[in-house]
């Protein structure tokens, strides 16, 4: 079946999304809005069109072959009236230096495993594969099903990477096309979570336990979030949920804070709610770690960069390999 999705990005070489070398696509939509969010284009399911100022150089291409009249450059930089903007990508073709872009392109889901195949010979050779994420990829299901077939039929390794808040039935739906899941277990505390994410935690916890209950092998993640995550009383709370209903994770991640997506909030006009916080120290980490593995979790590792500048590498996690484009 060919179906029809919207995708952000297309990610190559990853080494952090599951095991080996991974090519991970970047689904749109997110029913999440969490505070710390990395990847706030795509929370949006539609299209949108954003300017980058430092690659404009003012000729206004861009202006000028827009049918709707949508754009203006001023001394303030790219003004997008985004109700008259209908997103139909001219001001994207005439910019010659990129600076018009589209966040979400269309892709038929024969085209796109077409694509990701063609990354298939670092998969084979490191044992990676692709990771469908976002955003959040459930929030598209019949489009993920649909790559996730056509991977699987290509002999892709395929992981799921969720926020776990999405229908039952979607979940399970989903489940039987991919080899591996990484699920998000954020914030236990009920109204912590509702505030951070904007959802309740309720749905996130059930289908964590079909995750569990199906099988597929599993790592659960925690993005370590300074004033947000990062108390003890909230890994210990993750780390007893795991041992009681997840006891056959094959690894917890803790993933240090860090700022890089700043520059992404400008696009649209806004501020990042955590541009000011400091980075979590390496002791932090490390005694987080140490919190999850008393609870009993086994394989617990942390990665990230940290506040005395050091990035760190889980050690059970591949070595990492060159990768060509």
Not at 213 to 234: A, C, L, Q, V
Not at 248 to 254: A, G, N, T
Request: proline letters at 5%; a negative charge; hydrophobic letters at 35%.
């Amino acid at each position: 079946m060919n179906v029809s999705g919207i995708v952000t990005n297309i990610q190559r070489c990853s080494t952090e999304d599951g095991p080996g070398i991974r090519t991970t696509v970047f689904f749109k939509g997110c029913p999440m809005k969490c505070l710390w969010c990395h990847n706030i284009e795509t929370i949006d399911p539609d299209p949108i069109v954003v300017w980058y100022a430092v690659k404009c150089i003012g000729d206004q291409a861009c202006v000028r072959a827009c049918p709707e009249s949508a754009l203006e450059l001023t001394e303030d930089g790219m003004k997008i009236d985004r109700e008259l903007c209908q997103v139909c990508g001219a001001c994207e073709e005439a910019c010659p230096t990129g600076a018009m872009k589209i966040m979400g392109k269309i892709w038929s889901s024969d085209d796109l495993v077409e694509e990701l195949l063609r990354d298939k010979v670092f998969f084979t050779t490191s044992n990676g594969g692709v990771t469908l994420s976002g955003g959040e990829a459930t929030y598209q299901a019949d489009f993920v099903v649909a790559v996730a077939t056509g991977l699987q039929a290509n002999e892709v390794h395929v992981a799921l990477d969720t926020c776990g808040y999405c229908s039952e039935k979607v979940l399970r739906d989903i489940l039987p096309h991919v080899d591996m899941v990484l699920y998000d277990l954020k914030v236990m505390d009920p109204i912590r979570h509702q505030e951070y994410t904007g959802v309740p935690i309720d749905r996130v916890l059930s289908n964590a336990r079909i995750v569990a209950r199906s099988g597929k092998p599993t790592w659960i993640r925690t993005p370590i979030i300074p004033g947000h995550t990062d108390d003890d009383e909230n890994i210990r709370s993750i780390a007893q949920f795991i041992v009681e209903n997840m006891p056959d994770v094959e690894r917890y991640d803790l993933l240090a804070f860090n700022r890089m997506c700043t520059e992404k909030y400008t696009l649209f006009n806004l501020v990042y709610p955590l541009k000011d916080a400091d980075l979590i120290p390496e002791t932090t980490m490390e005694r987080l770690a140490g919190i999850a593995r008393d609870q009993g979790v086994r394989h617990v590792a942390w990665s990230g960069m940290t506040k005395d500048s050091r990035i760190h590498y889980p050690s059970n996690e591949q070595e990492e390999k060159p990768c060509a484009q």
